[in-house]
């Protein structure tokens, strides 16, 4: 099988299920960006880290490719079985993000990212997936998103967030509060 097929050499693509729509399509914004951050997460795993991170981090990759299957998916005309999302998957990073909580100091003002590089790639993840939340919740507007997707990018933008936290304990990074000028 040919990595390129030629079909969309005049600026559109085919869903799963075989409708063709714009590459601009909202529809391939939402999963586009959902494999952007699919990629910023492999960067993040590449890093010099503990392996329960690198556990439930390869866990999150699997979920994102099942997000961008599901909206990648005509609704209305795809018969293919594609797998789904769970309750337990974001029920799984409600406890990471609550076992990671345990360990850092109470958060009292907003925190710049930064401090060091694995840290700051969790900072552009966590960006990167708030935008492909919003473009899923775009996505919903017209066309049916199934509302786990949803919830599943918003807990893991939180996820992605005290995962930056914990990595800066435990790198020892100095974390640098937003001072806001008055």
């Known amino acids: 099988m ?13 869903l799963i299920g075989g409708t063709r729509v714009a590459k601009h399509h909202i529809r391939i914004e939402a999963y586009g960006t959902v494999d952007e951050l699919n990629s910023w997460i492999g960067l993040i795993r590449d890093q010099a880290m503990d392996a329960s991170y690198i556990k439930i981090l390869l866990e999150v990759q699997d979920r994102l490719f ?12 795809s018969k293919m ?4 999302l769970r309750e337990e998957d974001i029920v ?22 930064g401090g060091h590089t694995t840290v700051s790639y969790c900072h552009i993840a ?4 708030r935008r492909a939340e919003r ?13 786990s997707v949803i919830r ?7 996820y992605l967030f005290v995962l930056s936290r914990s990595l800066s304990h435990d790198l020892q990074a100095k974390e640098q509060p937003w001072k806001p000028r008055m």
Do not use: Q, W
Not at 2 to 14: F, I, M
């Open 92 to 113: 799984l990073l409600e406890k990471e993000i609550d076992r990671m909580s345990e360990k850092l100091p109470e958060m009292r003002s907003f925190v710049l990212p």
């Open 126 to 129: 966590r960006c990167v997936c």
């Open 152 to 158: 599943y990018l918003n807990r893991l933008s939180d």
């Open 81 to 84: 079985k594609i797998p789904d």
């Open 2 to 14: 040919k990595v390129y097929t030629k079909t969309g050499d005049k600026g559109e693509t085919s």
């Open 135 to 147: 473009c899923a919740i775009h996505l919903s507007e017209n066309h049916f998103v199934d509302g």
């Open 66 to 77: 099942t997000i961008g299957s599901s909206l990648a998916s005509d609704p209305e005309k």
